[in-house]
């Protein structure tokens, strides 16, 4: 290390890599636990899909609020307290047993998972403490934390779901929540030093930023992302059963998404250092919506599953080091963590729809086609909807209540 702030920066990226992992991970590999659920309760597909519906759509409420908290009074006993109440979520499932019960338990998983590792606490603590020469590679970094997680979650969930039962699977993960106490000490002490002092000053107000087109079209965007991420992690096991494929098959995917989404992460923090955010985004929905198109054109056979998966996943969460990038460069960092919450309570409003829809669908036409299609629909919105962007800072010289972040006419930036 050259320098003494570098050892720091390390630090604190890899302890919120690690929280991405045990969060995003648990969450993303819930979806091999839906069959062995609906099994032991009865509950139904569509009941079922409604309850992870919805804690998609309360872990994103919670997240403005979560980011307002430690924006105001730290984040570390913000995420100790999350991580106990991810771990009693996890332990209270196994014994649900209707879907009042089954809604509760999620509930608090939503809450607590928001509060324990969220997109937007994590990488609103990291931009503030990261100087700005670092802080893509750091929010990549950060980005393939989750990735990683659903790599080694994914396959290690499905082979303890095969070995001891759901039960005990599910009791292992709130084991692992745990680790978010000692993790929580990392941010116990603000690291922030002259560069991000003055980047504070100059941020914009939450207020001015919530009033700016800007912001939410790239918060549209985001949309799409949670619409197609949380479809695929719970409807794909459901897919790949249909196919009449192995069951094993479903870990092995999730685990191909995660390894993938690590070199996807890391290739997209370190590339907006210097390239374009906006038309880094722009690529990654037309390759989304080009993976779906050729899949859904495709027979599906295990290689072209495990493909799908590796197509997907240098895409899956590579979209987020470019928009957490964007709202850090057009509205400033003082309130980052409550800014990309909101953008994560659109994504899970997005997430809410594609999982509820993908059971309905299922249920009332027997295939997932309409949601294909929606996929490649909404990808291609999201890429028609950042045109307008300018990649440019919010003005620092004026009044705050006149930010800088406006429109194009002509659609470049």
Request: aromatic share 8%; with cysteine; net charge positive.
């Amino acid at each position: 290390m050259n320098t003494p702030r570098q050892l720091p920066t390390l630090a604190i990226s890899l302890a919120a890599a690690v929280l991405m992992a045990i969060t995003m991970g648990s969450r993303s590999s819930f979806g091999l636990f839906v069959a062995p659920l609906n099994a032991a309760t009865g509950l139904g597909l569509v009941t079922i899909s409604f309850a992870v519906a919805l804690n998609q759509l309360l872990w994103g409420l919670a997240q403005p609020f979560v980011g307002l908290v430690a924006d105001r009074h730290g984040s570390a006993r913000v995420i100790a307290t999350g991580g106990l109440g991810l771990a009693t979520g996890s332990a209270l499932l196994p014994f649900v047993g209707s879907a009042a019960e089954l809604v509760l338990a999620l509930a608090l998983l939503a809450f607590a998972g928001a509060a324990a590792g969220s997109n937007g606490l994590l990488l609103g603590e990291v931009s503030r403490r990261v100087d700005p020469e670092r802080r893509g590679l750091a929010l990549g970094i950060v980005s393939a934390g989750g990735s990683a997680g659903q790599l080694v979650l994914g396959p290690t969930s499905q082979g303890m779901i095969t070995a001891a039962g759901w039960e005990s699977a599910m009791l292992g993960l709130a084991a692992l929540a745990l680790l978010a106490l000692p993790l929580a000490l990392m941010f116990r002490t603000p690291a922030r030093g002259p560069a991000a002092a003055a980047e504070d000053r100059t941020s914009v107000p939450v207020r001015d930023a919530l009033t700016s087109p800007a912001f939410w079209l790239v918060t549209g965007g985001f949309f799409v992302c949670g619409f197609h991420v949380s479809f695929l992690i719970s409807h794909m096991p459901g897919v790949i059963a249909d196919c009449g494929l192995p069951a094993g098959l479903a870990g092995w995917w999730i685990a191909v998404v995660g390894l993938c989404n690590i070199i996807g992460s890391l290739i997209a923090g370190a590339a907006i250092r210097r390239g374009s955010m906006r038309r880094a985004l722009m690529l990654l929905y037309a390759l989304r919506a080009l993976g779906v198109a050729a899949f859904v054109a495709l027979p599906k056979t295990e290689w072209v599953m495990l493909g799908f998966a590796a197509w997907m996943g240098f895409t899956y969460m590579a979209t987020l080091p470019p928009t957490v990038g964007l709202i850090g460069k057009l509205f400033g960092l003082r309130h980052m963590a409550t800014m990309v919450g909101v953008v994560m309570l659109v994504h899970q409003i997005g997430a809410f729809l594609g999982v509820w829809l993908g059971g309905i669908v299922l249920i009332h036409t027997g295939s997932y086609d309409w949601m294909w299609h929606a996929d490649i629909v909404l990808a291609l919105l999201a890429v028609a909807i950042h045109l307008p962007l300018v990649e440019r800072p919010a003005a620092r010289a004026t009044p705050p209540s006149t930010p800088e972040a406006t429109l194009s006419p002509a659609g470049a930036g």
